[in-house]
């Protein structure tokens, strides 16, 4: 069994930054993909990055430029440098692992960004 957990949250003002991380534990040798999500209030959870064990990365739109995903070279920790936020940006961020070709999720953190 995998557990991810997630860490970094906080309130921050607009324009500021924040760095959430997540660190795996357990069988962590199935791992292959990681990334984050995010879930606002009223909303679906919707992908924000994501990064395979080769390194390639992908984001999403409204994020692009903004946030960088970066993996440690242990393979069981992942982080989501986050700039220039924006109120938009507020929700439960999940971490995210793939193994076997299915996810599995930590118990996501808060990021509250205030105008």
């Known amino acids: 069994q995998v557990q991810l957990v997630e860490s970094g949250g906080g309130l921050v003002q607009a324009g500021g930054s924040l760095r959430v991380s997540c660190v795996a534990s357990g069988f962590i040798s199935g791992i292959s993909d990681m990334g984050w999500y995010r879930q606002a209030p009223g909303k679906q959870r919707e992908l924000v990055a994501t990064?395979?064990?080769?390194?390639?990365?992908n984001y999403a739109d409204s994020v692009k430029g903004r946030f960088t995903i970066s993996r440690g070279s242990a393979r069981n920790m992942v982080a989501l440098q986050m700039n220039s936020l924006e109120p938009e940006d507020t929700a439960v961020y999940y971490c995210?692992?793939?193994?076997?070709?299915?996810?599995?999720w930590g118990q996501g953190t808060q990021v509250t960004v205030s105008s």
């Open positions: 995210a692992a793939q193994i076997r070709n299915v996810n599995i």
């Open positions: 990064i395979t064990s080769s390194g390639t990365t």
